[in-house]
């Protein structure tokens, strides 16, 4: 028999989005008015916008999950930290007071590295160019050079014959990894036999001892099974340079190119699914290592990590200075902070969320810098609700290679600050004014 269910009046019911859908993780605005327990406003009234923030707790966090990953697996581990990934003294000297050593690639990082005090034994000296005299000095301390030419191999028994004495180096290597496409710029080949070639030219000399291998292959790798490649690799060429020519391998330099949290153009799974956890390279390289060397002729292992240490200590706030549609009907933000001082945004969908509770509307925007440059586009479309002027973002993570990179074009460089493990916030490097600017110039007569 039909029965005729009851009738129920039609409502409407306010949903929020956000939370999960068909297509994926949630496109929710986390709104994050905080860093470190510091209110965003407030940190802009004191210090100015744009401003660089880094946390000196998260740069100590990621540390010792670097180390004790490592440690955990094979008892001779030391992590250098890499310049390049940001060389501000801060930063640098906040990673050699938690016992990292230094890696190096020109003679200002390695000149800044001395000037913090840093051993130079302690110093890891790489790079393609490596002028004659900065080369002698390095060698001449006892900084560990890695050999990156023959025209270096020239050079280095030129200054073993200057300083009257045999000296140190070590020899970077590069390989083929599969269907990974290896750097091979750097260093000399394993493959075609070049590497072995400089190796026997360095050693027949009688002038020069080769200690260690190094051995970078590229950069935010997402893949921990290229790492147990290399160092595979990176065995058996040591194995063959002890064969035949009775190399005591001292030292294996896997490099760095571990990747950060951050958010590569081009994917779409969140940073957490994809990111390879410090332990997941850890166990790639140290079973390898502990399988192939009796535990008393252990080699060091080194790490050159920078990226993955650093980046997610970083937060760059920025204001809104303007809106508008574009001619497709899209809305626009400009920002005073773009592409001069976030250089990483040509390849990384940064995360940016708004310092303020704008609601929960949300709609795809176009975020623009400051620049009269059609390219200063720190995100190409990103989710946001109607943020208005005045209003403050903070885009994250971004502490590598933003400060090394970042320009004084159109517009100066801001203020940078830490927030200290113990709350405190200092100034680590000062806005810039135009006398900074132009100091080094000259007007002729």
Not at 308 to 326: F, M, N, P
Request: contains cysteine; glycine residues 8%.
């Amino acid at each position: 028999m039909f029965i005729k269910k009851q009738y129920e009046k039609p409502f409407i019911k306010r949903q929020q989005g956000g939370i999960t859908n068909k297509f994926g993780r949630t496109t929710q605005s986390k709104i994050k008015d905080h860093i470190d327990g510091k209110n965003v406003s407030d940190l802009v009234k004191q210090y100015g916008s744009p401003l660089f923030v880094y946390s000196e707790s998260t740069i100590t966090k990621k540390y010792n999950e670097l180390t004790h990953a490592f440690a955990l697996r094979y008892p001779k581990f030391q992590p250098a930290w890499s310049y390049k990934t940001n060389y501000l003294s801060a930063i640098c000297q906040k990673f050699h007071k938690l016992g990292s050593w230094a890696e190096v690639v020109s003679e200002m990082e390695y000149g800044m590295a001395l000037k913090l005090g840093v051993n130079p034994q302690k110093i890891i000296f790489n790079g393609p160019f490596k002028p004659y005299d900065a080369l002698k000095e390095a060698i001449s301390k006892g900084s560990m050079v890695n050999i990156d030419s023959m025209d270096e191999v020239y050079d280095v028994e030129k200054i073993a014959a200057e300083l009257g004495r045999t000296v140190n180096v070590d020899i970077r290597v590069n390989m083929a990894l599969g269907n990974y496409m290896a750097w091979d710029r750097f260093g000399f080949n394993i493959e075609s036999g070049v590497a072995m070639q400089a190796a026997r030219r360095l050693l027949v000399g009688g002038k020069v001892n080769i200690r260690g291998l190094h051995c970078h292959v590229g950069t935010f790798i997402l893949d921990p099974d290229i790492y147990r490649k290399q160092t595979e690799q990176l065995i058996s060429f040591g194995k063959q340079l002890s064969s035949e020519f009775g190399v005591k391998i001292e030292y294996i330099d896997i490099g760095g190119g571990f990747a950060s949290r951050n958010r590569l153009k081009n994917t779409y799974l969140a940073t957490d699914d994809m990111t390879p956890s410090f332990n997941s390279f850890a166990e790639a390289v140290c079973d390898q290592l502990l399988a192939a060397f009796k535990p008393n002729e252990l080699p060091l292992l080194i790490a050159e990590t920078g990226r993955a240490l650093i980046d997610e200590a970083g937060s760059l706030v920025a204001t809104v200075g303007a809106s508008k549609r574009l001619n497709n009907g899209t809305r626009a933000i400009i920002l005073d902070a773009g592409v001069n001082l976030l250089f990483t945004a040509f390849w990384y969908d940064h995360e940016i969320s708004p310092a303020v509770d704008r609601g929960f509307a949300l709609e795809d925007q176009v975020i623009y810098g400051p620049l009269c440059m059609q390219i200063d586009v720190v995100h190409p479309m990103v989710k946001l609700p109607n943020m208005e002027r005045g209003d403050h973002l903070v885009i994250h993570p971004v502490g590598a290679y933003n400060n090394t990179q970042w320009m004084q074009f159109i517009h100066l460089r801001p203020n940078v600050v830490m927030i200290g493990e113990n709350g405190a916030v200092t100034v680590i490097r000062e806005k810039e004014n135009i006398d900074y600017l132009q100091r080094l110039e000259h007007l002729p007569e």
